[in-house]
């Protein structure tokens, strides 16, 4: 297969979906991704979101941020409740309304994440995004089984102990028919995503990294640049899969970039020592590759800008 | 507050939240604005360095030269000998290395000379004149700018052709004549009177020019080369020269009999350009200079090319006798030490202990520095430390209606700070006189300049600096052709894709991008604008900063909300 690149010269189209004088902290990176996956979805769509941040950024009721039907779930039933609006929009005949779930990691990864995994087996017709901010940070920043190796939460003060749960991959092995990961430092990344997700049918699963910056210790205007360093450091990978087996990476890690530049930005590794970040470093290198396995291709870093 | 139990809300959601002003959050507001580059900020002339390779970037070069000669009529020259400070704080080196800004000023230059392009026109005239004595660089820059402004202007030369330092002083090949006399012919074209042979001998003559002008620009230059007697006490008759009567007796082609060998002694562009010209007059040239080679005020490339031509470098090191002897002259020298205690600009050699050595040589010539002569103007015009005394933003003397600049008025020795001089002093002048439009030209700070934690490389590829191409050292040795090549136009390309155009907005779109608010709006009637078309949305902007992390930049940034 041929290496595959982001497109820094994709054109990302808005439709004015979106609305400002939303409810999200200054400078929120969910904010900017509901910016652009909503503006890339358009207006004939119907979101579904369960608690979470976002559900406050849609709110507050009888106000909302978005120029859409939204239906707000149970924490536990957004890809449930999606099937069934789809079904019941074929009933009326409407196929040219797009369903759209937003939701967060802990609505996805842990308490959501029977529905979406039965609505996967069935390949039931949405798109679900994933807005990952790595742990419950609504309620106070407790860990999810998204939080990271040896990040701390209000639960797990001394790091947490177990990995990230990898949710691309175990998407991937529903074999849906597109999974793929994004981030806001790359927004013609993510908007050409969603946009390509939305021309497909049949379960579409994006999941998109959203620094929060309270929950992670990051400035108000940070959320970009640890969003960036998350990929140039190869902490999270940005990439593609079709049918569950054609992969493509589409922006590599910047060589001689250490993990360590991106978790010296964050307030939630500063307890870390040098050999915590020795083994995050060996479990980043160790991911890749195994995906370079998965894609069967060298990434070739598309990307090269020096951060100071 | 509970609804009544059998209502329902015929609408459930608005659709909107823009009715609320978010913007009442904030602490810090984003602000448009241009801000100097430090290339600007460190150009002598104040030249808007981004704007101009943002042009040549875009392919149209007649705009880009149009720019610069907006404060510079003779790029060609300056990009050939300009020390070019400019790169010294060049944000890009950053990523790999400065922006080749004097390779693309060369390129420019000598394009608008193929091209014959005609400077802009002199204004309407205000009906005013001005005498301007000294037809180097400093005068013919003030004439240049004070014919754009619509002044009269007469140039009084002491020698037969116009040009000062640029034609007497500067080698053919690292500037060939030819180059300086077609831009200098381009300013004269633009109506400005010129008297050649014709000194201002004295204060007589000086008096009479400030009676017959409105004001009078001194820019004489430094033509008095500084001597070191203790050399000419032990040597022969005409065995110690000064640099410029060498260069002069090389024009004149009186160069034979001074013998084979042949040390010069200094360390500035002067002293480079005396052991190159000998070099290529096929003397054997050494070279003692006070200053160690990192700190020597020649310039890097051409203390390296020196070397690459064979001139024996012996830095760090002053002569301290001579003698005649039967084959010629013997030199006493010894390894020296800067005192780090002498004030700024003084020079206090400490011989080291154990470092003396001899050399041998038929002829010195001492190149250490020249000062100017002002006894036509002393009697009206202050002069400190051997120079002009002028208002470093006007150029005004302590006379009224006189203004001095360029080597009369300084230390500096460039030809760059010659023509910046020459400016600020036709700004200056036309202050003085009252003129409707002319505003005394503000010099900007590196301070106030956008610094290397402002700009966001991220957006940068990596790209290799280009350099000029240079002839081959065996090939130099054989004339005076010019050293330097000029960039091809793909190399010209490539180097103007490297400038980041710091502190103006190019309209890259980033800070409209990354608004989490979507308080960034486009404005297309501000198109083209320093300040790029945007507007902050006031009642949405959370001041965030995003805008301003991302901006690759400096073009916009943050200040703190005060009410």
Not at chain 1, 33 to 50: E, W
Not at chain 2, 105 to 130: I, M, Q, S, T, Y
Not at chain 2, 315 to 338: F, W
Not at chain 2, 368 to 396: E, K
Request: hydrophobic share 40%; proline share 6%; aromatic share 8%.
């Amino acid at each position: 297969m041929e290496p595959f690149h982001a497109e820094p010269n994709y054109i990302i189209e808005e439709a004015p979906v979106f609305s400002s004088g939303h409810n999200a902290c200054p400078g929120c990176g969910e904010a900017l991704a509901v910016r652009y996956v909503l503006n890339s979805m358009g207006p004939k769509t119907v979101a579904v979101i369960p608690p979470s941040c976002i559900a406050i950024i849609s709110g507050p009721q009888p106000y909302s941020s978005m120029r859409i039907p939204v239906y707000q779930t149970t924490l536990e039933a957004s890809a449930a409740s999606a099937a069934g609006i789809r079904r019941a929009l074929v009933r009326q005949g409407k196929d040219d309304v797009n369903v759209l779930v937003i939701a967060g990691d802990g609505g996805t990864y842990d308490i959501g994440f029977q529905a979406l995994s039965g609505a996967a087996e069935r390949n039931e017709d949405m798109v679900y995004v994933c807005l990952d901010n790595e742990g419950y940070m609504n309620t106070g920043a407790q860990k999810s089984s998204s939080t990271p190796y040896l990040a701390y939460t209000t639960s797990t003060p001394g790091g947490k102990p177990n990995d990230k749960k990898d949710i691309a991959e175990i998407m991937a092995a529903h074999r849906v028919p597109y999974v793929a990961t994004a981030t806001v430092g790359y927004p013609e990344d993510l908007a050409r995503k969603v946009a390509k997700a939305k021309e497909m049918r049949g379960l579409r699963f994006i999941v998109v990294l959203t620094p929060c910056l309270d929950g992670w210790g990051v400035p108000d205007d940070g959320a970009v640049r640890v969003s960036r360093l998350a990929v140039q450091t190869g902490f999270f990978p940005l990439y593609e899969v079709e049918e569950g087996e054609r992969y493509a990476i589409n922006v590599g890690p910047t060589p001689g970039w250490p993990v360590e530049r991106y978790l010296e930005t964050q307030r939630r590794y500063r307890h870390l020592t040098a050999d915590q970040v020795a083994a995050i470093q060996a479990h980043v290198d160790h991911k890749w590759s195994l995906l370079h396995a998965r894609a069967k291709v060298e990434c070739v870093p598309m990307f090269q800008g020096a951060e100071i | 507050m509970s609804r009544p139990p059998n209502e329902i809300p015929t609408i459930w959601t608005t659709g909107f939240t823009d009715v609320f002003n978010t913007g009442t959050w904030r602490a810090a507001t984003p602000v448009y604005a241009w801000r100097p580059s430090p290339c600007l900020v460190d150009c002598p002339i104040d030249n808007a360095i981004p704007r101009w390779i943002k042009y040549i970037s875009e392919g149209d070069y007649q705009q880009a030269w149009l720019e610069l000669v907006e404060t510079n009529p003779f790029p060609a020259v300056t990009g050939r000998v300009c020390h070019h400070p400019c790169e010294g704080h060049c944000n890009r080196e950053v990523l790999e290395a400065v922006v080749g800004i004097n390779g693309l000023e060369h390129f420019l230059g000598d394009h608008a000379l193929d091209h014959g392009w005609a400077l802009p026109e002199a204004a309407e005239p205000v009906g005013k004149r001005v005498a301007v004595v000294g037809g180097g660089p400093a005068g013919l820059s003030c004439a240049y700018h004070l014919r754009r402004l619509g002044y009269q202007v007469t140039i009084f030369e002491a020698r037969e052709r116009l040009g000062g330092l640029l034609r007497h002083g500067i080698p053919e090949y690292r500037l060939a004549a030819q180059v300086a006399d077609r831009e200098i012919q381009r300013v004269v074209d633009l109506g400005v009177e010129v008297r050649t042979s014709t000194s201002v001998g004295d204060s007589q003559a000086f008096a009479q020019l400030r009676e017959e002008y409105d004001a009078v620009f001194v820019a004489v230059g430094a033509q008095q080369a500084k001597r070191l007697p203790h050399l000419d006490a032990g040597a022969g008759a005409g065995r110690v020269l000064d640099g410029l009567d060498y260069l002069r007796r090389c024009i004149e082609g009186a160069t034979r009999g001074l013998g084979e060998r042949m040390t010069v002694i200094g360390g500035g562009s002067a002293a480079v350009d005396v052991a190159r010209t000998a070099r290529r007059l096929g003397h054997r040239v050494s070279m003692v200079a006070l200053e160690t080679r990192a700190v020597m005020p020649a310039q890097r490339e051409e203390v390296e090319e020196a070397l690459e031509e064979g001139v024996a470098l012996f830095d760090g090191a002053m002569v301290t006798r001579v003698e005649a002897t039967a084959g010629g002259l013997r030199l006493d020298c010894v390894k020296v030490q800067l005192d780090p205690t002498a004030p700024a600009g003084e020079l206090r050699p400490l011989p080291v202990d154990g470092g003396g050595f001899v050399l041998e040589a038929d002829v010195i010539v001492t190149a250490i520095g020249q000062d100017p002569n002002l006894t036509a103007f002393g009697g009206d015009i202050r002069v400190d430390a051997g120079v002009a005394a002028a208002a470093p933003d006007t150029a005004a003397t302590t006379a009224a209606g006189v203004f001095a600049g360029g080597d009369a008025a300084g230390t500096s020795r460039f030809v760059s700070v010659a023509i910046g001089d020459g400016r600020r002093a036709a700004y200056g002048i036309a202050a003085y006189l009252g003129h409707p439009d002319a505003e005394v030209v503000v010099r900007h700070t590196l301070e106030q300049a956008v610094n290397r934690n402002e700009v966001n490389v991220f957006y940068f590829d990596f790209a290799e600096r280009n350099e000029k191409a240079k002839a081959p050292v065996a090939e130099r040795l054989t004339g005076f052709a010019e050293v330097n090549r000029v960039f091809t136009p793909e190399q010209a390309a490539a180097e103007a894709a490297r400038c980041l155009t710091c502190g103006t907005c190019i309209e890259c779109d980033n800070c409209f991008v990354f608004c989490p608010d979507m308080a960034v709006k486009k404005d297309d009637s501000k198109s083209d604008s320093p300040e790029g078309r945007y507007v902050i949305l006031d009642q949405y902007c959370k001041g965030c900063g995003l805008c301003v992390a991302e901006c690759p930049r400096g073009a916009v940034h943050l200040e703190q909300v005060t009410q």
